[in-house]
Structure formats: C-alpha cells, structure tokens
C-alpha cells in the first residue's frame, strides 16, 4: 500500500467511512492528519502530500431526508453515525433506549404462576460470589407473534455468603419445571456444570450455552431487536428495567453484545433474559400452541393440528 518511489506521481486511494475510537487506528491516524491541513475547499483538505475529503453531510442525489430517516430508524444508533454521518465512535453506547422498554412494558400484564400448557424458554445467567444470579423464563405468544417475560428470580450473593446452589438454583429451577412447560433450559457451563448434570438426571432439558462472543452477540442482537420493534410483552419490574437502563450495548461486526460499564451494576437478569429470548424466538415461532378463544370456537372455528401446536409439533 506505500507509493512506489519509481513513479514520478504515485498515490493510494482510501474511500471508507468513519471507525471505532481506538481500535481504526490507521484509519484514525490519516483522519487526523488529513483535518492538519489547509481547507481548499468544502470539506476538502490537501496538503502534507495528502487530499482528503470528509464530510459529516449525504453527498449522493438519492440521499434525501426520507433516506436518512429510514437509515436512522434501521440502524443502531452508532452505526448510523458512522455509516451515515460519518463520524467516529465509541464501540460502547446505552444498550437500549428506555422508552423502547417502557414502550413493551404490558401494565396488565404479571409473572405467570404456573401454566403447564404454554411452551417456556429458561435462561439463567449464574456467578456464586460477586454477580447476581438470574433466572428468566420466555414464552412465545402465536396469537400474538411476540416473544413474553414469563417468570424471573434474582439471586444475590455476597463474598461473605456465597450462593448455594442447591437451595437456590436447583430448586428454583425443579420449581419451574414443575409449574411451566419447559422446553429448554439454557445456562453457562463455567458455574454450571455440577447443577446441569443433577438437574438433568431429574429430567430436566439442560442446554449448553456458552457465553462466548457470539453467543452472546447472537442473544443481544435478538433481545435488542425485540425490544425496538415492541416484539416482546414485558411485565412492569423496577429490579429488571433498572438492569436494563445500566446494560451497555458493545458493538460488534454481528450486532450489540450486553455488557456493563461499572462491576456494581447487576445486569445478569437482562443476560438471562436474552438468553431465554432467544430460544423463545428460534423455537417457538414453530412450536408454540395457538390459544383459540372459546367464542370463536363458539361460531364453529375449528382450528387444524398445526394451528393449535406448530407446524411440527411440540418437541
């Protein structure tokens, strides 16, 4: 990429937009470098054996206001300002916009107490010293086509007081079990392991879900695409829309990763929560019953076997 000095005129050509703070370091660098010079021109920069245009504002014809609109409605907000405005950002934002939450939030609606006939995705987000210790169950409403906060618990353990797994985790989880269809549960192996293994002689569907980059990327994207679109049914609880307001959203090339910006902040239920999400939509789009109402059965609906329990039924 350096100019042959063979040639008497040589040069590269770069055409991008903006990059993250700290980590496009070239890209960074020759922006700099570029901004040093005299301005020849509307955002037109030469000098130092360098032109640079850079502009924050749409240049094409086609970029009108309609188009910016649609973009800003579509893209994260980080991404519309580098994509779009062109301008440098910090790969860490708020995870998502309060009044997107708010905007789910059902007053009518409460955590389930049991309801063995609707399908529920268990997510569970674990730490036995410093984190909390969270159990979120989703289900996914055909009738609807949206995703629903079931049940939650939150454990919190302390250096002094360890959590014991047993007495609450695992029965926890035996409790839901045995109050909700459960199809799945899905939880970290790293502090898990031990508690899958004797909740999944009991009979319980224990699920892998490693907290790896894209695991959790995967479930963030998903959870954050809910929540702005209203796809998911929320009950009102001030413990979880607090986790929610102190999530950080990290981007990455596959979309938002859930982290947190301070160790005091306890986000694990939001993680849990994703966790759970995520089954709900993969699985439950397919496998979750259509409650008919009884008025229409009343008028002579008669629904089909794939109606009432997905098109191939439930697992």
Not at 69 to 93: D, G, H, K, Y
Not at 285 to 297: E, G, H, M, T
Request: aromatic share 8%; glycine share 6%; net charge neutral.
């Amino acid at each position: 990429m350096v100019p042959p000095p063979t040639r008497k005129i040589a040069c590269r050509l770069t055409v991008t937009y903006a990059g993250f703070e700290g980590e496009s370091q070239l890209l960074e660098e020759l922006h700099k470098r570029g901004l040093r010079q005299p301005l020849v021109g509307q955002d037109l920069y030469a000098g130092d054996g360098l032109l640079m245009f850079w502009s924050h504002e749409p240049v094409a014809p086609w970029q009108d206001q309609l188009w910016i609109e649609q973009m800003r409605s579509q893209l994260r907000p980080a991404a519309f300002l580098r994509m779009v405005e062109n301008r440098f950002v910090t790969t860490e934002s708020t995870f998502i916009d309060m009044g997107w939450w708010d905007a789910c939030v059902d007053p009518a609606a409460h955590p389930l107490v049991t309801d063995k006939i609707t399908p529920v995705w268990v997510g569970v987000d674990a730490s036995t010293k410093r984190d909390s210790t969270a159990i979120v169950a989703c289900s996914w409403d055909r009738n609807i086509n949206k995703a629903r906060l079931a049940f939650h618990r939150i454990f919190q353990p302390t250096r002094a007081d360890p959590l014991d797994f047993e007495s609450t985790v695992e029965a926890t989880l035996m409790e839901v079990h045995g109050r909700f269809r459960v199809q799945e549960i899905r939880f970290d192996p790293y502090q898990m392991q031990a508690t899958a293994q004797r909740l999944t002689r009991c009979g319980l569907r224990m699920t892998e879900f490693t907290q790896t980059p894209a695991n959790l990327t995967d479930a963030s994207q998903n959870l954050y695409e809910l929540i702005k679109g209203r796809n998911i049914v929320l009950y009102e609880d001030e413990v979880i829309r607090r986790a929610a307001r102190d999530a950080i959203g990290t981007e990455t090339p596959r979309g938002w990763k859930i982290s947190k910006d301070k160790q005091r902040y306890k986000i694990d239920v939001i993680v849990a929560m994703a966790m759970a999400a995520l089954g709900a939509v993969q699985q439950g789009i397919v496998n979750a019953p259509l409650i008919i109402p009884r008025a229409a059965i009343a008028r002579g609906m008669r629904p089909s076997p794939q109606q009432l329990y997905g098109q191939f039924g439930w697992p």
